[in-house]
């Protein structure tokens, strides 16, 4: 390629960059107006049902976190610039949607971005510490409109040593900062959650009951398209990581985490059935004539899935087919998402399109409640 070409390039991929945030708001106020506007004779706008969603699924970048980014080159994420964030603004957008709480974790890159371990651990507990006195266990304001995915100090190159620093760093974050949940990456530099070397970490996930949060990174090798890696990487990582854990067979030896899959399990639930054929279930089902309930693994079935930038019926009927209703959560993704949501609200009203009042309930708030009982106690909720 010349220098003029690569030029021309550069030129357009950061206009593309430019322009995505823009063209994402146009086309989000152009198809869901606003509550603060006057709907027309004919205009449908969903009720106001007050703050009772649980979003699983955001994302926290206090400023200590966005200086040290930063100060190491990174101003991107996953292809699209590091938005802005702090509790003011992650309460308004709660209070604009009828959000009750947020569950918070670390984005790409985490602590990856940190050559030394030492450091990694160090930046991993500044983050929890600030999530659990910060936000969860937080001021009168933000009482009740938090909760936390711990952040654990992995590098870009999982070695024992690193292990060795996540497992106690887990114990800490869940044990004594009462944290909700662990959040790990689909991918370390390649290396994928089913390997031996995350062993040790697994057995004390699966010793505290844990729940899991797997959000994509960009994969350490993928084709360059010139398009920013969440519109389609992203997907395609998480469905390696959860595809390589059940020929691992970590959800046989370790039963006892429950792994919640961003981005609606990315493309796993569409090609469930496909992933699953080295293993004895489509078989049995195709030989003994079993309804479709059985023809994919059932560890895939027994995941959870949330809704983050996929509540359009494509996406949520295929995975309301594999697990079921009640294994998915309404997510939105915010603060990286904030473009789609440039008003008040209804977040997700294509939610409609697959389930019923009661079962639409149960995803954004119920399935929640079930699974996060520390998070329901904080908030005086019934999860009965």
Avoid at 155 to 169: F, L, S, T
Avoid at 373 to 380: C, D, E, F, T, V
């Amino acid at each position: 390629m010349t220098e003029t070409e690569n030029a021309q390039d550069t030129g357009r991929r950061r206009l593309l960059k430019a322009a995505l945030p823009l063209a994402v708001t146009a086309v989000s106020l152009d198809a869901k107006p606003s509550h603060a506007a006057s709907p027309g004779p004919t205009a449908k706008v969903s009720a106001p049902r007050g703050r009772d969603r649980i979003d699983v699924h955001c994302h926290l970048i206090p400023d200590f976190y966005r200086q040290s980014l930063a100060e190491h080159g990174i101003t991107e994420i996953g292809g699209v610039p590091v938005p802005a964030w702090n509790p003011a603004l992650a309460v308004d957008f709660m209070n604009r949607y009828g959000i009750e709480v947020q569950v918070v974790s670390v984005s790409e890159p985490g602590v990856t971005y940190l050559d030394a371990a030492a450091d990694r651990v160090a930046m991993a507990q500044r983050l929890n510490t600030y999530m659990s006195r910060e936000l969860v266990h937080g001021s009168t304001y933000r009482q009740g409109r938090f909760g936390g995915f711990a952040v654990l100090p992995l590098g870009r190159k999982v070695v024992a040593e690193d292990v060795g620093d996540a497992v106690v760093e887990v114990r800490r974050a869940v044990r004594e900062l009462g944290l909700d949940g662990v959040g790990l990456f689909s991918s370390y530099g390649g290396t994928y959650l089913g390997d031996p070397v995350f062993e040790p970490l697994l057995r004390e996930l699966d010793d505290l009951r844990a729940m899991v949060f797997i959000h994509p990174v960009t994969p350490l090798a993928c084709p360059d398209l010139g398009l920013p890696a969440f519109l389609y990487e992203f997907t395609f990582d998480t469905t390696r990581a959860l595809v390589n854990m059940l020929y691992k067979g970590v959800y046989e030896r370790y039963s006892r985490i429950r792994w919640l899959a961003a981005h609606a399990g990315g493309t796993l639930p569409y090609i469930s059935y496909r992933t699953s054929l080295l293993t004895l279930t489509p078989a049995l089902a195709q030989q003994l004539g079993a309804s479709r309930a059985a023809d994919s693994s059932p560890y895939f079935r027994g995941l959870f899935y949330d809704t983050a930038l996929s509540p359009v019926p494509q996406a949520m009927k295929s995975v309301r087919e594999l697990a079921g209703t009640e294994h998915i959560l309404f997510a939105t993704d915010w603060p990286f998402s904030g473009p789609l949501f440039p008003g008040v609200g209804d977040p997700a009203p294509q939610l409609d399109e697959t389930f019923g009042s009661g079962e639409r309930l149960a995803v954004e708030r119920g399935n929640a409640l079930a699974q996060f009982p520390a998070l329901a106690a904080r908030i005086g909720a019934r999860t009965g």
